[in-house]
C-alpha cells in the first residue's frame, strides 16, 4: 500500500533534515517521489480512517515540518515541498482540513521572507480543495489576509514588479481563484483595498505578457462582475474605482505599444467603462476626457477627435449586467486608436465611429 511504498521515503526524508550537510538535489528528488505516491490517491472514500494515504500522511507531518524549517530558503527545495503539500490536499480534501493552519503557517513564512511564487501556486490549490468545506472558511479567510500582506510587504520593501514576472502571475491567479471559487472570501476579507492597490503596481509595471494578462483578467472580474459575481459588484468596485483614471491612461497609453496584448487591453477598458456606467458614470467620462487630453497618450489627435473617441469608447462599450457583451465593434476602436497612436493610420480613420 501506500504506507508501505513511502516508508523509505521518510526515513530519507528525515535522515536527510537532520544530516549536517545534506545534498539538497537529492532531498528535492525525495520530496518529488513523495508527491508521486499520492498522485492516484484522489479516487477514496470520503473516510478519515479508511483513506489509503492517511496513514502515509500523519508520519509525513513532522518531517515535512522539519524540512521547512531547516531549508526554507531554498527556493527548488520549497518548490518540492509545495507541491507534496498540494498532493496531498488533493487527495484528501476536507479529510485534512484541520492540517490547513499548520500548512498555512509554513507557506505564509516562508512567501514572507523569500516571496517564492510555490507558495501562491500551493495557496491557490488549498482554495480550490478547501473552498466548498464551511469549517474551512476562517482558515482560508486568514490565509488571504496574510498572503495579500505579505506580498504588499514585499512591494514596500522594494520588490520590482517588471522583474518578478512568474510571482506577479501566481499571486494575481490565487486571488482569481477566490473570484471563480469563493467570492464572498474575497469580498468579506477586510484587504480588498490592499488588493486594488497591488493590483495598480504590478498592472503599470509588469512586462512580461503573462504577468500583465494575469492582472488584467483580474481586474476586469473586478470592474464587471456578472452572473453570480454581481452582488459583490459594489465591494469590488470600491476597491478598484479610486484606480480607474490611472488604468484608463496606462491602458490607452499601452495600447499602442504591445499588440500582443492589445485585445487584453481592449477587454479590460471594457470592462472598466460597463462596469462603472451604473456606479460613477461620469467619473467614468472624466478618465477617458482626462487621458485622451494627454499629449503622450493621444498625440496625434485634434480637439474635436479626442472628444469623439472619448465618446464613442463610452458609447461602444455595453451597459452593466450583459453577461456576454458583444465587442467587436469596441476592440476595433481600440486597435484603430492604437494604429494612429503609432502613426500606422491617420487620425481620420477615427471619423468612422462618429455617431
Known amino acids: 500500500g501506500v504506507a508501505t511504498l513511502g516508508e ?3 526515513v530519507q526524508l528525515a535522515g536527510l533534515v537532520e544530516h549536517p550537510a545534506p545534498d539538497l538535489d537529492r532531498l528535492a528528488a525525495v520530496l518529488q517521489l513523495s508527491s508521486e505516491i499520492l498522485r492516484f490517491c484522489d479516487m477514496q472514500p470520503e473516510d478519515r480512517q479508511q483513506h489509503v494515504a492517511m496513514s502515509f500522511v500523519s508520519r509525513l507531518w513532522p518531517v515535512a515540518g522539519g524540512v521547512a524549517t531547516r531549508f526554507s530558503a531554498s527556493a527548488d527545495v520549497m518548490q518540492h515541498l509545495f507541491d507534496l503539500y498540494t ?3 488533493t487527495a484528501l480534501k476536507a479529510l485534512i482540513h484541520e492540517e490547513l493552519p499548520r500548512v498555512m503557517e509554513v507557506v505564509v513564512a516562508v512567501f514572507d521572507s523569500h516571496g517564492f511564487p510555490s507558495c501562491l501556486t500551493c495557496s491557490a490549490v488549498i482554495v480550490q480543495e478547501l473552498h466548498a468545506e464551511a469549517r474551512a472558511a476562517p482558515a482560508l479567510v486568514a490565509l488571504l489576509q496574510r ?4 506580498m504588499a510587504g514585499l512591494l514596500s520593501r522594494g520588490l520590482a514588479p517588471e522583474d518578478a514576472p512568474e510571482l506577479v502571475a501566481e499571486f494575481h491567479d490565487y486571488v482569481m481563484h477566490h473570484v471563480q471559487l ?3 472570501i474575497l469580498a468579506e476579507s477586510g484587504c480588498l483595498e490592499m488588493h486594488g492597490r497591488i493590483i495598480m503596481a504590478c498592472t ?5 505578457p503573462r504577468a500583465v494578462r494575469s492582472c488584467l483578467h483580474l ?3 473586478l470592474y464587471n462582475p456578472v452572473t453570480k459575481l454581481q452582488r459583490f459588484h459594489g465591494a469590488f468596485l470600491k476597491a478598484v474605482a479610486p484606480y480607474g483614471g490611472e488604468l484608463v491612461r496606462h491602458l490607452l497609453a499601452a495600447s499602442g505599444n504591445n499588440s500582443t496584448l492589445l485585445s487584453n487591453f481592449s477587454d479590460t477598458l471594457q470592462a472598466v467603462i460597463t462596469g462603472c456606467k451604473g456606479a460613477c458614470p461620469a467619473e467614468c467620462q472624466q478618465w477617458l476626457r482626462s487621458a485622451l487630453s494627454d499629449e503622450a497618450v493621444a498625440p496625434r489627435l485634434s480637439g474635436e477627435v479626442r472628444q469623439l473617441v472619448m465618446h464613442a469608447f463610452y458609447n461602444l462599450a455595453p451597459n452593466p449586467n450583459v453577461p456576454v457583451p458583444p465587442r467587436t465593434r469596441f476592440k ?5 486608436f492604437a494604429r494612429v497612436s503609432i502613426g500606422q493610420q491617420t487620425a481620420d480613420t477615427l471619423l468612422a465611429y462618429q455617431e
Open 8 to 10: 523509505p521515503l521518510l
Open 87 to 89: 498532493k496531498v490536499f
Open 147 to 150: 498572503i495579500t500582506t505579505a
Open 182 to 184: 469563493c467570492p464572498y
Open 204 to 208: 503599470t509595471r509588469s512586462t512580461e
Open 219 to 221: 481586474l476586469q472580474k
Open 332 to 336: 476595433c476602436l481600440m486597435l484603430d
